[in-house]
């Protein structure tokens, strides 16, 4: 095979090679956050849609008939979570589980926490980049920040305690319901919002904590903290 020949196919080959590369950044750059977009836009419109037209509680004095939120099933979205600090179209639907296919349509919950608003540690993990980089600002959390969801019935506002802090995979006591390295002295009503750090990789998690700090029925409209 003559050096012309040798030079031409190895040039080829990183032609090939550099192509394959610039398709793969699209995909994950852009693609999956399409595809998240249009994921997560079903599960909030399914929620928007069960709520509207699920059962009704029976109203107190001078309330109106609210759903009765429903027990959570394995990759359905259950709730919508809101972070002014992330901006204010900054939505994304809480789906039960926390496996990948789930994570690529929105937020998922531990299944082995609490429940939301519940005696516990409610726990919450999303993508820090890719399928619509949900967590991509999770550094910039900080003490008082709200962390806001609904069900659609009730409105829970929890505050950020401290600045995100960095573990590895295997800590698992961060989800535990007082979350070692927390500064949560005994029991209460927690939320542990996970994701992945580096920004690129996984070899760490960022962890941010927070306390239940308010709770009020849909019906009397948006919690403060979605209006300041």
């Known amino acids: 095979m003559s050096v012309r020949l040798i030079v031409r196919t190895v040039s080829e080959l990183c032609i090939t090679v550099g192509t394959l590369i610039v398709l793969f950044v699209v995909y994950v750059l852009f693609w999956t956050g399409i595809k998240a977009g249009s994921a997560t836009d079903g599960q909030i419109d399914q929620l928007q849609d069960t709520w509207s037209q699920g059962p009704v509680a029976a109203p107190g004095p001078g309330r109106t008939a609210t759903p009765v939120p429903k027990a959570y099933e394995d990759g359905k979205p259950f709730a919508v979570m809101y972070i002014p600090r992330f901006g204010r179209s900054w939505d994304w639907p809480v789906l039960q589980g926390t496996e990948a296919r789930t994570l690529h349509k929105g937020l998922g919950h531990y299944i082995s926490t609490a429940a939301l608003g519940g005696s516990g540690n409610f726990s919450v993990a999303g993508h820090r980049r890719t399928y619509g980089d949900p967590f991509k600002d999770f550094p910039k959390l900080g003490p008082g920040d709200a962390v806001v969801l609904t ?64 709770t009020q029925p849909v019906t009397d409209g948006k919690p403060e903290a979605l209006h300041s």
């Open 151 to 214: 069900d659609g019935t009730t409105w829970f506002t929890y505050r950020i305690d401290k600045k995100p802090y960095r573990t590895v995979p295997s800590d698992v006591g961060v989800l535990a319901p007082v979350p070692s390295k927390s500064g949560f002295d005994g029991p209460g009503r927690y939320l542990t919002l996970t994701t992945c750090d580096p920004e690129w990789g996984s070899s760490h998690r960022l962890i941010a904590w927070a306390h239940l700090d308010a």
